[in-house]
């Protein structure tokens, strides 16, 4: 069981090659917050919303990526392409936004960046964020999962960049929607939009 929920995380093939770097071309009209630390994610879902928060000192490049990422509309219309009920749910492959093509099926595709693993001590433990990738530690790009069960196992594998703050009982509700084959939900559920908001000063 533990071999199959890693190779759960792991995308089926490797992503593409960084042909350019996505997340410094920033698409017109677009703002990118500067205090990564304090910048607050809402993924609007078809089931709710729910808000992140960073470890931009546990995964800094990971964090920059997933906020300039949001920034652009990468993950909007993005679908929950691998929901696992007790462990976790995946999202982030932009193949999904449209029909799935068996040359490119869902699960495969990234942005056009890759990333150096950032593993951390932040246990994976319900509601950690982390970053998917292949079997080669440095291949994070977009896809990413939110953990709905302590699954410390992951530790040291994988790059813990955020946690969910608000709405984890809307991720409970997306890895107990009845799924399919390859653990693909029978019933599309998609990132309609990522919000991007600068956390409330408690001074």
Do not use: W
Not at 12 to 29: I, R, V
Request: hydrophobic share 35%; proline share 6%; net charge positive.
């Amino acid at each position: 069981m533990r071999t199959r929920t890693i190779t759960a995380l792991l995308l089926a093939c490797a992503l593409p090659l960084a042909a350019a770097q996505a997340t410094k071309s920033k698409g017109k009209g677009t703002k990118v917050p500067r205090d990564y630390a304090n910048t607050i994610a809402t993924l609007q879902t078809d089931m709710g919303d729910i808000q992140i928060k960073f470890f931009y000192d546990k995964a800094p490049k990971h964090v920059e990526n997933f906020v300039e990422l949001s920034a652009k509309g990468f993950y909007d219309g993005t679908l929950f392409h691998r929901v696992i009920p007790g462990f976790m749910i995946q999202a982030g492959d932009p193949n999904t936004k449209k029909p799935e093509d068996p040359a490119h099926p869902y699960g495969t595709g990234g942005s056009d960046t890759k990333l150096k693993a950032e593993f951390n001590d932040t246990s994976h433990k319900r509601g950690i964020v982390s970053m998917a990738r292949s079997s080669d530690p440095n291949s994070a790009s977009s896809q990413f999962f939110i953990v709905v069960k302590d699954s410390t196992f992951l530790d040291g594998q994988y790059s813990a960049f955020g946690e969910v703050i608000s709405g984890l009982e809307v991720a409970d509700k997306i890895a107990a929607t009845p799924r399919g084959a390859n653990d693909r939900p029978n019933t599309p559920v998609h990132i309609k939009k990522v919000l991007l908001s600068q956390a409330k000063s408690t001074s």
